[in-house]
């Protein structure tokens, strides 16, 4: 069992899972919920508008028609798509977060955060302070949902990258949560992603890390030209 | 020419460099020392004590007697150390960095700093919030020395395989700082250490997330055994 910061107990949920994409219709929410569909997982791509996720699932469902193995698809309104769901990913803006985070029944759930808070000015991109330098997307979301567990994970993989490439994409997946077992649901789902399970990096505070590394992947883009990501070495050795 | 923050202006230095490797006998230092001396490049080795620097150069000159190409090493007190060089890496701890620094003559000269401000308790290894969240050690660094010219680089290389490793690491090695003449002095000292040539990853600010990524990487090691660096994919596309 699961414990949440409320003291409520979740049951781990088992794959194949099915996962509310909160933010189903930016880059990166439908690119990870195409990548957990293809993964054999069920895949609810929410949005404002139960028609916006409507049409993301049709897209998605386009590109997954034939492929074997694939998990169904669907789209519903944010809320709808996560009472649905045993895994929620948030997959939305940093702007206005909270208030959405705050709208949606996560009680109970594993909650999947890959929220970025990140800026941008004439210097290029950088990571927005939270809470003095002492919190995180991912910590705000665990404060704004105490009867979920929350894990952050999937912070730097390129949108782009998702989406374009069909193969496995080469780069590692970073998972940090205060329960192991929830981490364990992210560790499983990034195999839809990379074809490898995903690395334990510790402690949910580190979201503080991940969360503002992708400034540092973005400045790298635009100063060469490529679509980033990281690999963590030492693992062959 | 680089301009630096008090408006002098500094004639970026050709390699071989000098380089003073201020706390020359932590780990880092000392890994990082050996290494640029195995590169070709003369190497100070600072310490509090004059004495202490120079054992660590004699067992730095032992390692590399017999190498070909390899640079002279010497040992300093840190102020010494830093008033003969032309590249200053300052490889301190972050307690008392501060007053260290301050005390360094480093008018005229490019500084890298690899200071970690991290902080461990009984959930592992974590960022320390420098600044509010708006700081790092190697933008204090540049606002104790104006006159300097700080850039961030190797963070996140680890000591132990600097050391023990003979062959070139397998890892990337990030670079940040506001003046793009700066970043290609340690820039090119990457090769050193890797045999190719360091990222350039952005402005100074990044040094933000590069000093507490290493926090993340401590975790990864402690989970999984491993000596635990990142690689930055894209390249090969």
Redesign the interface.
Known sequence: MISTPAGTEITPPTAPFTIAVIGGTGPQGKGLGYRFARGGHTVVFGSRSAEKGEAVAEEVAARLDGVAGAGTVSGAANADAAAQADVVLLAVPWDGHDELVASLPLAGKVVISCVNPLGFDK?????L??D???GSAAETAQRLAPEAVVVGAFHNV?AVTLWEHDGFL??DI?VVGDSVAAKGVAIELCASVNGRQG?????L??A???E??T???I???R??K??????????D?
């Open positions: 210097r290029g991109a950088y990571g302070v939270v003095a330098g002492e390129s080469d780069e970073l690395i334990d990096a510790g402690k505070r580190l503080r890390q991940l503002p590394w400034a540092v992947l400045s790298i883009n100063k060469y490529i679509h980033s990501s990281i690999k963590i070495t030492g693992f050795h």
